[in-house]
């Protein structure tokens, strides 16, 4: 017995290393059902630029939902939750990387940015994605969503805006260090 448990220690730990990044296996594809039963294809992770109406969007949103000073001369980097869990466990928080550690300082170390959490104004368990820790803005009008992540089923995703309206954009769920590689490369 104790064997068996050495031996799935490694298998884990061997699986755990060699998996690749989301990011890495370009271009990667979800499958979305649509209300009328067609199927669209979404790219994880795309590149585009805001026009100017919609920077402008953006940049009045975030001004009216967040506090914080917004130096626009700065990349704007948003993460974003779409949906509650599928299973609901009281008192559960999800496992997920990005909550661990500071993200502002792993961003920060990088190049200094405006970072912010935003949510879907219908996710009702902030606790699951760490409530307490992270403050998360609503994306009341659904800005946000309607730029960058209309499409149900896909969690959210993040994305990276530069001062000029140019974006990089991953749905779907990803890493802590798919999102500060990105950042750097973009």
């Not at 009702?124 to 760490?130: N, P, V």
Request: glycine letters at 6%; hydrophobic letters at 35%.
């Amino acid at each position: 017995m104790k064997n068996l448990l050495k031996l799935l220690a490694i298998i884990t730990m061997v699986a755990c290393s060699t998996t690749k990044s989301v990011v890495e296996s370009e271009p990667y594809m979800y499958s979305v059902q649509n209300e009328d039963g067609s199927v669209t294809k979404v790219k994880s992770h795309t590149k585009g630029t805001l026009s100017e109406t919609e920077y402008e969007h953006l940049k009045n949103h975030l001004n009216s939902i967040s506090e914080q000073n917004i130096d626009f001369s700065k990349k704007l980097v948003i993460n974003f939750i779409d949906n509650d869990p599928l299973i609901y466990r009281k008192g559960f928080e999800v496992p997920w990387d990005i909550f661990k550690g500071n993200m502002d300082a792993s961003l920060d170390k990088i190049e200094e940015c405006n970072h912010f959490w935003i949510i879907n104004k219908r996710v009702k368990d902030l606790h699951y994605y760490h409530g307490k820790k992270i403050h998360w803005l609503k994306d009341e009008n659904e800005i946000i969503r309607n730029l960058f992540f209309m499409h149900n089923g896909l969690n959210g995703g993040f994305v990276i805006v530069k001062p000029n309206g140019e974006y990089f954009l991953k749905v779907g769920e990803y890493k802590k260090p798919d999102l500060l590689k990105s950042f750097k490369a973009f």
